[in-house]
């Protein structure tokens, strides 16, 4: 009789401690489909602003490769401050942060969700490793433009909020430097940082694919609404 209600016990344990990982299953999938949803929003807004940074980085190559058009000197700089803007992206990791650090994907039995996850989890990877490469792209290239440029002719209409302000360039504006070879350079750099930003926006495309069908999955597997 002992051995019997010692028995019966553990199965009443182990019964408990399986619906309380069941329901701790279930808020961590409702936690990580509104994570998502969040990434999708931030990487629509990041894709749509990182096409406007490629457009105003391609007009820059094109002025810059082209002498003729050198001559649009007031062009060149607006180009050049709207071009160094910083494209990227910050995910949401309130809740893989938690299923990473605790152990606790173990409690996704799903298979499918759990490698789903995984998958998104390599985009975010590969999406980051991205960025600090654009990052490290935009902050050489800025070291040139600075030899180029100087900012004594930029006029911004909020000096304090320079981000959001609207870009005037003075009259008389002129090149620090008119070198051949250091346009070129210069040239060469934004060239590289248009490759590694169009990378950037299509790993952005695949993240939200990726985080879109993720969504519907968990929905559907844990008949979430």
């Not at 749509?48 to 003729?68: A, C, D, K, P, Y």
């Not at 800025?142 to 981000?163: C, E, M, R, T, V």
């Amino acid at each position: 009789m002992l051995f019997l209600a010692v028995f019966c016990g553990f199965l009443a344990e182990n019964q408990r401690e399986h619906m309380v990982e069941n329901k701790r299953e279930k808020e961590y999938m409702q936690s990580l489909t509104e994570d998502l949803s969040t990434d999708t929003a931030n990487l629509d807004r990041a894709m749509e602003f990182g096409q406007v940074i490629r457009t105003r980085i391609e007009n820059l190559i094109s002025l810059l490769n082209n002498e003729s058009s050198r001559d649009s000197v007031a062009q060149l700089y607006k180009l050049d401050r709207q071009s160094g803007r910083v494209v990227n992206i910050d995910f949401e990791d309130r809740t893989s942060s938690q299923l990473k650090n605790a152990g606790n994907m173990r409690l996704i039995r799903n298979r499918s969700v759990a490698d789903s996850t995984r998958s998104y989890w390599s985009h975010i990877k590969t999406a980051e490793t991205i960025s600090a490469r654009l990052e490290e792209l935009r902050l050489k290239a800025g070291d040139i433009s600075a030899q180029i440029f100087h900012n004594k002719y930029i006029k911004l209409s909020d000096p304090h909020h320079p981000i959001g302000s609207v870009i005037s360039i003075l009259p008389d504006a002129k090149l620090i430097s008119d070198d051949p070879k250091l346009l070129a350079l210069y040239s060469n750099r934004r060239q590289v940082t248009l490759t590694v930003l169009n990378n950037y926006i299509n790993e952005m495309v695949d993240a939200k694919t990726a985080a879109t069908n993720l969504i519907a999955l968990i929905k559907k597997e844990y008949h979430l609404k």
